[in-house]
């Protein structure tokens, strides 16, 4: 099962990608200085399987590489940072 995550910046959200098809996504605004992350879902058919981390593992990493600070409204977002301390000195 191939996953791929891609910055859809057209509807504002990463999105984890099995098979091709939409699995989950996570929104955000992107203002100047920041990456507001508002909400984080994965379909029902794919649940279990890992995918909201890796999504917002992923989404994390792409605002560190832009040197982006984050805000994690949404709280799948907040307790990821929260577990993983390597994104905690993103946190605006």
């Given at each position: 099962?191939?996953?791929e995550i891609?910055?859809?910046?057209?509807?504002?959200?990463?999105?984890?990608?099995?098979?091709?098809?939409?699995?989950?996504?996570?929104?955000?605004?992107?203002?100047?200085?920041k990456v507001?992350f508002?909400?984080t879902?994965?379909?029902p058919?794919y649940e279990?399987?890992?995918l909201a981390?890796?999504?917002?593992?992923h989404?994390?990493?792409?605002?560190?590489d832009?040197g982006?600070?984050?805000e994690p409204?949404?709280?799948?977002?907040?307790?990821?940072i929260e577990?993983?301390?390597?994104?905690?000195?993103?946190?605006?």
């Open positions: 099962m191939p996953i891609v910055d859809n910046s057209t509807e504002s959200r990463f999105e984890i990608l099995v098979d091709g098809k939409v699995a989950g996504f996570a929104d955000y605004l992107l203002l100047p200085t507001v508002t909400h879902e994965v379909l058919a279990g399987q890992g981390g890796k999504l917002v593992g989404a994390l990493q792409a605002s560190a832009t982006l600070r984050v409204r949404c709280p799948y977002v907040a307790k990821y577990r993983h301390p390597e994104f905690q000195e993103l946190v605006a």
